[in-house]
């Protein structure tokens, strides 16, 4: 099992930046991969960003150069957000994927994120 803990999010106002943290315990070696997501209201959660075992970052195409996700080991996984929009304002998940599987398996309770205009 893996347990994910998301940190960081707030108010910003637009042009500002966050950044988020994610602290990953359990079985750490069990996992291939480290995502971002996020949720708006009334709409469905999508990728932000992933950070793969060895792969390519993968990053959605609104949040490309603006958005950084790195790790500094098995354990936390950042998501760096400059030139913050208003309509980056979501709930954002820590996500984890196992080796072999397709899907994010593990998820974090989400940190709220507001931009204002």
């Known amino acids: 099992q893996v347990r994910l803990v998301e940190s960081g999010g707030g108010l910003v106002q637009t042009g500002g930046s966050l950044r988020l943290s994610c602290a990953v315990s359990?079985?750490?070696?069990?996992?291939?991969?480290v995502g971002w997501y996020r949720q708006a209201p009334g709409q469905q959660r999508e990728l932000v960003a992933a950070i793969p075992s060895g792969g390519r970052l993968d990053y959605a195409d609104s949040v490309k150069g603006r958005f950084t996700i790195s790790r500094d080991n098995a354990k936390n996984t950042y998501l760096q957000m400059d030139s913050l929009k208003p309509e980056d304002t979501a709930v954002y998940y820590c996500?984890?994927?196992?080796?072999?599987?397709?899907?994010?398996?593990?998820w974090g309770q989400g940190t709220q994120v507001t931009v204002s205009s």
């Open positions: 359990g079985s750490i070696f069990s996992i291939n991969a």
């Open positions: 996500a984890a994927r196992r080796y072999g599987a397709s899907t994010f398996d593990w």
